[in-house]
């Protein structure tokens, strides 16, 4: 894992596909949503992947991981919140508000692991055991 990546984290990969599905998704919005639902909904599915970045940086930090972590958990229920408005407004049909449901609730339990035991991504030279530490690593 030394030279390893936040873009190597499958939390990271499947919450950077979200947030460009949301990109594409959102293009269809009205103009009247452009400074309100469609701004809101891009940052804060972003916010979830650029928290996941700093946190794997800041990792040799178990605090500062972790607050980064549950940062992230935070955006990805507000973007839950933005997709609801989204569905409710007629812009999302139920179908692809289900899937980007589920989609973000898997991104919201393996963000709350990765809370609950921020020792496993350590980096290598911290000393712990490789196996630990690929536990999130798509290898």
């Known amino acids: 894992m030394s030279g390893g ?7 990271y990969q499947k919450a950077y596909a979200l947030a460009m599905e949301i990109f594409r998704l959102s293009h269809k919005f009205p103009k009247e949503e ?4 469609t701004d809101q909904i891009r940052r804060s599915s972003r916010s979830v992947c650029t928290n ?9 930090y178990m605090k500062h991981f972790t607050s980064k972590i549950t ?3 935070g955006e990805a229920s507000e973007t839950l919140v933005w997709i609801d408005f989204a569905k409710e407004s007629g812009y999302i049909s139920d179908t ?12 919201g339990k393996m963000l709350g692991g990765m809370a609950k035991q ?17 536990y999130e690593i798509g290898r």
């Open 71 to 73: 940062d992230a958990d």
């Open 52 to 60: 996941v970045a700093e946190a794997y940086r800041k990792r040799r």
């Open 34 to 37: 452009t400074y309100a639902l």
């Open 118 to 134: 921020p020792e496993r991504f350590l980096p290598p030279e911290s000393g712990i055991s490789e196996e630990i530490h690929s």
């Open 5 to 11: 990546s936040f873009k190597d984290l499958k939390v």
């Open 96 to 107: 692809v508000r289900d899937s980007l449901v589920m989609k973000y609730e898997e991104v």
